[in-house]
């Protein structure tokens, strides 16, 4: 069964930089539509940066220019950099996966709508 594994949560100061990590788990074909959610405390999950599935990539307004999203296709990772962090970043961030296709008990089959577990960024003094 595909995973996906997030790291890189902390605490961290205001206009600091943290480095999350998003691997997908498993011996994967292709993935596609791979991105970075967010969800605050008593708000909505929200967007945060993503790679379409035709590899372009897309960010919320409210971290354009401070956050970069990149992937290593070799490893099945991908990456949220985010610097210039702010109190208003804090929030338990989640890797998404539109679709994964990968070896199973039964041979080659596709995933959808596959969730990380969730690691906790905290931008605070």
């Not at 961290?12 to 292709?30: E, H």
């Not at 208003?88 to 596959?114: F, K, M, P, Q």
């Amino acid at each position: 069964q595909v995973r996906l594994v997030e790291s890189g949560g902390g605490l961290v100061q205001p206009g600091g930089s943290l480095r999350l990590s998003c691997a997908a788990s498993g011996t994967i074909f292709k993935i596609d539509a791979m991105g970075w959610y967010r969800q605050a405390p008593g708000k909505e999950r929200e967007s945060v940066a993503g790679f379409t599935s035709g590899g372009s990539t897309n960010y919320a307004d409210s971290v354009k220019d401070r956050f970069t999203i990149s992937r290593d296709n070799a490893k099945n990772t991908v990456y949220l950099q985010m610097n210039s962090l702010k109190p208003e970043d804090t929030a338990v961030y989640y890797c998404h996966a539109d679709s994964v296709l990968a070896d199973s008990s039964s041979g080659r089959r596709w995933s959808y709508n596959i969730w990380g577990q969730g690691t906790q960024v905290t931008v605070s003094s």
